[in-house]
């Protein structure tokens, strides 16, 4: 069985993890969304809340999906899993630049585990959840950016954290 690992924060989820997400599912028999505690980000969401919140955003998928939360380094957890592939998706040149000297030490720690990279859709290229989150905090609206249901939990969180 081929496992592939989606890691990342998720904080929220967005349209453009999700298409990334359905694009992975095409390549691997099973998909692991790792969702990494990283509290250095500032997260609005808890690991808990964020691993919930991707567990229901993939919920209708016909896939293999599995959702965990991990606060390893990642080729310690992808290791565990047993992942042979790690999915990272890419909006720019600026991520591929990040992407890629971690994929150069990823490979050095671990060179039997791939690093596959999947374009962003166009439509999804300027979508990160740090601005997703900015947007909703100077109450703008984020629903194109999400799903509606990621919506109204970013909103209530926002709300509630005035």
Known sequence: MRIGLYPGTFDPVTNGHMD???????????????V?????????FTTDERVVMVR????GMKADI???PFDTL???FAE????????????AVADFEYEFQMT????????????????????HQA??????KEIARLDGAIDSFVSPAVAAQVLAKVKENR
């Open 66 to 68: 599995v959702v965990q």
């Open 127 to 132: 979508i990160a959840s740090r601005l997703v």
């Open 104 to 123: 150069a030490m990823n490979q050095r720690l671990n060179s039997r585990i791939e690093t596959v990279f999947l374009m962003a859709d166009p439509r």
């Open 36 to 44: 990494a505690r990283n509290d250095d980000k500032g997260p609005l």
């Open 80 to 91: 565990k899993l047993d992942a042979s592939v790690i999915v990272r998706g890419l909006r």
């Open 56 to 59: 229901e955003a993939v919920a």
């Open 74 to 76: 990642l080729m310690h």
């Open 20 to 34: 990334i997400i359905g694009r992975a599912v095409k390549l691997v028999d099973r998909l692991v969304i790792g």
